[in-house]
């Protein structure tokens, strides 16, 4: 079974000033650096409507997708947030979903 307490370690390049500029804000603002990305993944495996505007604004900017599909994902989003209000699904009721679903699945392995 997948320990949710396990961490993990992410490691990506920036420019020195990028990183300078960064440390600057964050000590500005009294956030660390763990705490700001962890923040900024949540935002964005949870699909926060505030993280979707500044990935479709970086997929608007790198060209990855064009300006169609990326409306169209946009579209989708936002229906599928609708039916599951609709049908009455929180959050919560999600995840015990996915918790049956990888009790299930270490049960075969």
Do not use: H, W
Not at 14 to 35: H, N
Request: aromatic residues 10%; contains cysteine; glycine residues 2%.
């Amino acid at each position: 079974m997948r320990d949710p307490k396990k961490n993990v370690t992410f490691v990506f390049y920036c420019y020195e000033k990028e990183s300078a500029d960064l440390k600057i804000r964050l000590r500005y603002d009294g956030l660390q650096q763990s705490e700001f990305f962890r923040t900024i993944l949540k935002m964005y495996v949870e699909k926060d409507p505030l993280m979707l505007k500044v990935v479709e604004k970086m997929k608007i900017s790198s060209r990855t997708m064009g300006l169609k599909k990326i409306n169209k994902t946009s579209k989708d989003y936002q229906s599928s947030r609708a039916i599951l209000k609709e049908l009455g699904i929180t959050e919560s009721d999600k995840q015990d979903l996915f918790d049956v679903i990888e009790r299930n699945i270490s049960e075969y392995e």
